[in-house]
């Protein structure tokens, strides 16, 4: 019997979002739906009423695109603060979401007569909205904080982004009013994702750096590493070097990594096949302020936001919620608080060059996700393999890319890191813990030697970005499995790390 009516309420929650004069709100009076000629008038009755004030603008887009219609009297109430009920029906239908078949769905305090049944049930379905416990509290009020949650949710957005929609109305426990929802709602709609998202501006920020503006925001899909290698396409040997990645505050801006651009050139992108648009190539260097050693085969490259160069990382959509402070919102022409910022972008795949004094040059790689990191700005790059940095001798970084204003640095005599401890993560890893919190990221592309009693050999190389303190977790090579209750001496390959005493563990 609830799946019958689970998918019911899918076929229901589906066709209300392609019906033509969709009632964007409602009451328990009214059940939710306008009379049909206060529908049809509803755009009159809304352009009409002087006392929307700043809602008016909103209020009428939605009206002509036939998704708001208001109470029975064609009223809009904006001053009144929106229910849980009105909110969820309006988050359904305006921005377009449909119910998965085959999941149910029990709300005890909503019953299948009410007028927001359909749209409860869908909103907590698919996680947009919440329920306590099976009471979805269909009368409760809903704060700015929880609605920008909701509306981040509906649309796979960050929260800093639909926050700065609210055009500097959001305070985090405020009630949210009809007005504030039919406000943000016209903007979010916005950020509606399309696969038939068309490119309507690109330009070329930096040397390894473009950006994309769209129609409208592309599918997850879309954005994802092989589809945007497969959808833009360079001419002159130029390619995309990472995945596109959305703008924070932006409705349908993308940050692209390319590979280095070559001066005065023109470059033809050729979009899905379909479009064809045309970018100057850029001349501009990455700005970085110096380069020093991290270890006896690694350095970095400081990059300081205070002198208006930030890692994209910053800007973009899909990290902001995990960035905290150092998150923040670029405008149209990359300006915050009307200071210029140089973006860069993914360093994936990029190197350098670093020369020792009076010897050979040497290519360094870039060591994947240590751009930015601990809130800095510092990415590293490796020797060759088996190369280290001699002590005493002085060191110049170069590259076609960027540039330093402090280039050298003189190597040191550097200490490895201590490992105090090893532990079982589950038969495939295991978590290295050091004496200290480095605070920062140089377990990247490290390994561990595993011996078992048993005469068994096995390696563990760190698994990027799972580092928490001064703990790593390090996963086995090969489909390796460790063997319960065999016990495994563990040593690191080469000399990046020491450990005070022989470090052990049994395998569970």
């Known amino acids: 019997m609830m799946k019958k009516t689970h998918r019911k309420i899918a076929l229901l929650a589906a066709a209300a979002v392609v019906g033509a004069n969709v009632v964007m709100s409602g009451s328990a009076a009214a059940g939710g739906n306008a009379p049909a000629e206060a529908v049809k008038k509803s755009g009159e009755v809304a352009t009409a009423k002087s006392d929307y004030g700043t809602y008016r603008e909103a209020i009428v887009q939605l009206v002509n695109q036939g998704v708001l219609a208001g109470y029975s009297d064609g009223i809009m109430k904006p001053h009144q603060h929106v229910k849980r009920a009105e909110l ?92 504030d929802a039919i406000e943000l709602l016209a903007n979010a709609r916005k950020s509606i994702r399309s696969e038939a998202a068309k490119i309507t501006k690109i330009r070329s920020l930096n040397k390894i750096t473009m950006e994309a503006t769209f129609d409208q925001p592309l599918t997850l899909e879309n954005e994802s590493l092989e589809a945007g290698m497969s959808h833009f396409v360079f001419d002159h040997g130029l390619k995309l070097v990472n995945q596109p990645r959305l703008k924070t505050g932006s409705f349908a801006t993308y940050i692209l990594p390319t590979t280095t651009q070559t001066p005065d050139t023109t470059y033809t992108l050729t979009y899905r096949g379909s479009q064809s648009l045309k970018a100057e190539a850029s001349g501009e260097l990455i700005r970085t302020n110096e380069a020093r050693q991290v270890d006896k085969d690694s350095f970095e490259l400081e990059i300081l936001k205070s002198e208006g160069v930030t890692d994209y990382g910053y800007i973009i959509s899909a990290y902001a919620g995990g960035r905290g402070s150092n998150a923040f919102i670029l405008d149209e022409n990359n300006m915050f608080n009307g200071q210029p910022f140089q973006v860069v972008s993914s360093l994936r795949s990029r190197s350098v060059t670093i020369t020792p004094k009076g010897g050979e040059a040497m290519v360094a790689n870039y060591l994947p996700f240590t751009q930015s990191t601990d809130g800095k700005q510092e990415p590293k790059f490796r020797l060759p393999n088996g190369a280290q940095l001699k002590p005493g001798v002085t060191y110049t970084v170069t590259s076609d890319w960027l540039t330093l204003k402090n280039a050298t640095f003189v190597a040191q005599e550097t200490a490895p890191v201590q490992i105090a401890s090893t532990a079982q993560v589950d038969a495939a890893s295991l978590n290295v813990t050091l004496s200290q919190d480095p605070g920062d990221e140089i377990f990247v592309q490290r390994e561990v030697k595993l011996t078992g009693a048993d005469g068994s050999e096995a390696k563990a190389q760190y698994t990027v970005q799972s580092r928490k303190g001064a703990t790593g977790t390090f996963a086995l090579q090969n489909d390796v499995k460790l063997t319960p209750g065999v016990t495994y001496t563990v040593e690191p390959i080469g000399d990046w790390a020491v450990a005070s005493e022989t470090l052990t563990l049994t395998a569970k």
């Open 88 to 179: 969820a029906k309006m988050v359904v239908l305006g921005l377009q979401l449909k119910s998965k078949e085959n999941s149910d769905v029990q709300l005890e305090d909503v019953k299948q007569k009410d007028w927001y049944y359909n749209y409860a049930a869908t909103a907590v379905q698919l996680g947009v909205m919440t329920s306590d416990e099976g009471r979805f509290k269909p009368n409760g009020r809903v704060t700015h904080a929880e609605f920008a949650e909701i509306i981040a949710k509906s649309l796979q957005r960050d929260v800093l982004s639909v926050r700065s929609w609210m055009k500097g109305t959001y305070s985090a426990d405020q009630n949210a009013t009809r007005g």
